[in-house]
């Protein structure tokens, strides 16, 4: 269920993607950069907890 949920929301932002400039590409693929970095750090310290 949360697998499905997830595809859905990928899809309704690559709909979003397709409709906004290059800058506005930018912006949210540093976004989506730093949320990944920032899950990744939660996910080190709680191996080393």
Do not use: F
């Not at 709909?15 to 800058?23: F, K, P, R, T, V």
């Not at 506005?24 to 950069?33: F, H, K, Q």
């Amino acid at each position: 269920m949360l697998e499905e949920r997830k595809e859905q929301e990928i899809k309704n932002m690559v709909s979003i993607l397709e409709q906004i400039d290059i800058q506005g590409i930018l912006l949210l693929t540093r976004d989506a950069n730093t949320l990944l970095m920032r899950q990744k750090e939660i996910e080190w310290e709680q191996r080393a907890g």
